[in-house]
């Protein structure tokens, strides 16, 4: 059975050609970029090229790029960071809805002694910048906000937030794993300072990321040993994954326009042919600014898991808005600082969709989803109860 992949913000497929710039990177071009000789210095060019390519992306310089492993590395990193430059401060401001790379490590620091503020959001997962001006103070060190949220894809006013914080003397991260590939940034133009990002979310392979660090904040380094990525972390550089990395942020910046549109309407034609087509649906997020490419759907009266196994069967991912924690299916924390009503919750479905999406993959979700809603809400009480409403 062929896989109709709806879960691109879980993980992407590596683009072709991104596989195709790493290739020679393993077995003929291996050398060590830090190395002395030629056979260093030819990937060292490439190691160069790929800095360039991302920063092209982001607009930023390409000494403000330092390669990381993966999002929660840099989300790491660009913490414990602030936290050592400022060692006075103790004060951290963040949201409830944040990815747990950041939100464990916050939440980690208030048993040593850290003042952790987590910023509510509304019901339709946005963010009040009031709340974020009422919180900060001089003992504030960093304010992480997420650019955009994974379940739902509402875009928080990353740069509003970055000036609030500025205004104040704190540092700002943001933790832009979602956003970058997806919507236009512009470092050029932004009071950030620090910004994560990760490769397998936009078609370059696992266990690549990025911190962006703005030339002239002050930085202290996660790894230390030797002096790569300018001594901002140490260890000898993944060469054939950034590689990978600079290609795919090269096709996201000649694409993103044509694929922004492209991919916005295939999601939007889903969404409205679902809630036309499945009673009692519920957008989450769906009255804010969201990401083009994710569509949080909550249906009442089912269970999202017996959704996502029946979905499977037809060859469908997608995945949903609870997390199995001892046992229980818990709605996600991101659901929950939203107030979604439990019965939506529990029901909840994230598609999200990529370049590689066709509008007959879109098709067959919109004809194989409503009859498993309409099973699965025959077999629950509170379901039949409501179909016999009806
Ligand atoms: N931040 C967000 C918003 C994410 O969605 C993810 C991955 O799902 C991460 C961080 C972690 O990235 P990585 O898997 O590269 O560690």
Known sequence: MKEIY???????????????????YFCELYGNPSSMHFFGGQVQKKVDEARSRVAALLGALPDEIVFTACGTESDNAAIRSALE??????????????????????????????????????SEGRLDLEELKRAIDNDTALVTLMYANNETGVIFPIE??????????????????????????????????MLSLSGHKLHAPKGIGVLYVRR????????????????????????????ALGKACELAHVHMEEERVRVRE???????????????????????????????????????EGILLLLSEKGICASSGSAC?????EPSHVLRAMGVPFTCAHGSIRFSLSRFTTEEEIDTVIRELPPIIKRLRDMSPFGREFLAKQ
């Open 160 to 193: 509003e937030a970055a000036k609030i914080a500025k205004e104040h003397g704190a540092l700002f991260h943001t933790d832009a794993v979602q956003a970058v590939g997806k919507i236009p940034l512009n470092m050029a133009e932004s009071s950030i300072d």
């Open 6 to 24: 709806l879960d691109n913000n879980a993980t992407t497929k590596v683009d072709e050609r991104v596989f195709e710039e790493m290739r020679p």
């Open 325 to 329: 924690t001892s046992g229980s299916l």
């Open 216 to 243: 002239g904040t002050p930085f202290r380094p996660l790894l230390v040993g030797g002096h790569q990525e300018r001594g901002r972390r140490a260890g000898t550089e993944n060469t054939a994954s950034l590689i």
């Open 266 to 304: 295939m999601r939007d034609r889903l969404q409205r042919e679902l809630t036309a087509l499945i009673p009692n649906t519920r957008i989450n997020g769906g009255g804010a600014d969201r990401l083009p490419n994710t569509l949080s759907i909550a249906m009442e009266f089912v269970e999202g």
């Open 85 to 122: 430059v400022f060692p006075e401060k103790r004060h951290i401001i963040t949201s409830r809805i944040e990815h747990p790379a950041v939100l464990t490590q916050c939440r980690n620091l208030t048993k040593r002694g850290y003042r952790v503020t987590e910023l509510n959001v509304d």
